[in-house]
């Protein structure tokens, strides 16, 4: 057993509801490949289709690995790391960090045999432990919800490992990333939740052999393929992936292998770079990611768990890799009008829950803000009150006479004693996003039956 208290944290919290065009830029059209020609490529051939098909049904392979190697450049295969610290304005490599839980990290590799995990009593403290496939997929989810808040042992194999355990959780992939949300009542309550921390435990077999190549999304179309074919081996798809994997055959990719870069001419290259682009403009449509209420996305009933929406699938590895499902956490992004965004000096943004109507959750909610960057990612950053988030936690709230709440989001410090307790601060300059975020929702949250109210400018 082995458990690490720091190290790489690879959790990308690009959250879906945050999709911007430039998040999901294709790679550049690269230099023709060399080798035998196998015939000429025209337009509307099998070959851009097979290509187009092949990046979006790959990228979360290459996402996966891209937060594979980031962990693993730093701590061992099978390794549990604890993160010791709430996210702040000094946390600038998680895009969409939360400031309410802990994370602890672990990549496991099943080849050699099971994983045990050891998950310690955590009371009223909320924790979820996240298990997912190399295709972005949770495939379970153990905790506070599902096995309650005793202590308990489980034990994940591998896709073809015999067990004698009924109980066992059958990973569908190899490799597994596991990521635990321990919920953190603020800065002095660290100390306790390190203690719950520390009764976590994983005992798991030496992992032997390499892993297969990260390389990022932007990577020569060559490199790409060549990555999600090793992927695709070291990972095999479920059955219900077969319809896919006929439309990218042309390619050569399979499970068993096949791409061969250098027996495609020029004007099949061109034909697999026409496919790599239409998949950049599918990726960028954001339509069917998600319903709008009130001003707030929200998100689709597959997300986390993706079956054959590979297209979202796709879309949610860049904008939110390691989402978890809605019946777990539901996460709400506003889509701000022109004026809205801008927060002008004096312009304030108020949300404003009538008394008795807020989030229902079954373990808590917060809105956080961010200040968001050229590359479209979103962080914390330094403000007059050292806050990055208001929820049910949040210590000194004043309620109105009526018991409503008001948050009240400006860029300028209010001078009325009242907004001050209940202000969350905008960044001085520039764009910025906020995120409200609900774990455990109750049905009504989850249905619509229960609406976030819409953001007022006054």
């Known amino acids: 057993m082995t458990i690490e208290n720091s190290g790489p944290f690879a959790v990308n919290r690009r959250h879906l509801l945050g999709l911007a065009a430039a998040a999901l830029v294709a790679p550049a059209l690269a230099a023709a490949g060399s080798g035998v020609a196998r015939g000429e490529a025209k ?13 979006i049904y790959g990228l979360p392979l290459i996402e996966s690995a891209r937060a594979r190697a980031r962990a693993l450049s730093k701590s061992p295969v099978n390794t549990l790391t604890h993160k010791r610290v709430l996210s702040d304005y000094n946390d600038r490599f998680i895009t969409t960090p939360n400031n309410d839980t802990l994370y ?82 603020g800065p002095d309550d660290l100390a306790a939740a390190h203690a719950v921390q520390d009764g976590f435990s994983l005992d798991a077999p030496a992992a032997t052999g390499s892993t297969a190549p990260a390389v990022t999304r932007n990577a020569e179309w060559n490199e790409y393929f060549s990555a999600v074919q090793a992927l695709l081996s070291d990972n095999a798809p479920p059955a219900t992936d077969d319809a896919i994997l006929r439309t990218i055959a ?17 004007a099949q290259v ?64 506003p889509r701000l009008t022109p004026e809205q965004a801008e927060l002008a000096p004096g312009k304030s943004l108020l949300l404003r829950f009538p008394a008795g109507q807020l989030p229902p959750v079954g373990a808590f909610w917060s809105l956080s803000i961010y200040e968001a960057t050229p590359d479209n990612q979103f962080f914390f950053f330094k403000n ?38 209940n202000w969350l601060p905008a960044p001085e300059t520039g764009p910025f996003s906020l995120f409200l975020r609900g774990y455990l929702p109750a049905p009504a949250l989850l249905s619509g039956a229960y609406l976030v109210p819409a953001l007022q400018l006054v």
């Open 384 to 421: 007059p009150i050292d806050r990055y988030s208001i929820g049910d936690r949040t210590k000194g709230l004043v309620k109105g006479a009526d018991g409503s709440l008001d948050i009240w989001i400006s860029r300028d410090k209010p001078s009325d004693p009242s907004k001050l307790a």
């Open 250 to 266: 042309p390619l050569g990719l399979s499970p068993k292998g096949g791409f061969d870069p250098g027996r495609f001419s020029q």
């Open 104 to 185: 602890s990290v672990a990549w496991l590799d099943l080849k050699n045999g099971p994983a045990r995990l050891t998950i310690p009593q955590t009371g009223s403290r909320y924790v979820s432990v996240a298990l997912l496939d190399f295709y972005t997929n949770n495939f379970a989810i153990l905790g506070t919800q599902s096995t309650g808040r005793d202590s308990g042992t489980f034990t994940i194999v591998g896709p073809e490992a015999a067990t004698d355990d009924p109980r066992a959780i059958r990973a569908p992939t190899r490799w597994v990333w596991l990521l635990v949300r321990l919920l953190v009542d």
């Open 43 to 55: 337009a509307g051939t099998a070959l851009a289709e097979a290509s187009k098909n092949a990046f």
């Open 270 to 333: 061109d034909e697999i770079k026409s496919g790599i682009f239409a998949a950049s403009v599918e990726l960028t449509n954001t339509r069917d990611i998600g319903r709008i209420a009130q001003g707030w996305r929200y998100p689709r009933y597959d997300l986390g768990d993706y079956h054959e929406a590979y297209l979202y699938r796709a879309q949610v590895a860049v904008a939110g890799l390691a989402a978890l499902p809605p019946r777990e956490a539901i996460y709400l992004q």
